[in-house]
């Protein structure tokens, strides 16, 4: 975390605009927003 790569820092300088705000993901590898 103290030396983010540029793919984390590209990804958050672009990012894509989203309704979501969260998400997980259950034991089965599902993601629910």
Known sequence: ?????FTSI???VN????SYLY???DNDGVIHY
Request: no cysteine; net charge negative; glycine share 0%.
């Open 1 to 5: 975390m103290a030396n983010p790569s």
């Open 10 to 12: 590209d990804a958050v």
């Open 15 to 18: 990012f894509e605009p989203s």
């Open 23 to 25: 998400y997980l993901h």
